[in-house]
């Protein structure tokens, strides 16, 4: 997901001086706060990137039905 939204606002980003090294949460508040995208569409992408991430996903029990249904929610 990261990889993706990074390289669909790449421009976007670029010209708020955000590059590859800048943090994820970072570039989608920088989308956020010039418009890019709006802040329910924003804050959907920090829940999936903090549900996602892969310390959190090593650290809670997680069973096949959670990973499809949070799949199916991305989709959606």
Do not use: W
């Amino acid at each position: 997901m990261e990889t993706e939204l990074r390289h669909l606002t790449k421009e976007q980003l670029r010209t708020n001086r955000a590059t590859l090294r800048t943090d994820f949460s970072v570039c989608i508040d920088i989308l956020r706060n010039n418009g890019i995208v709006t802040k329910a569409v924003a804050k959907e992408i920090h829940t999936f990137r903090t549900t996602l991430n892969p310390l959190l996903y090593e650290l809670m029990e997680v069973n096949i039905e959670d990973v499809r249904n949070t799949g199916s929610n991305m989709m959606d």
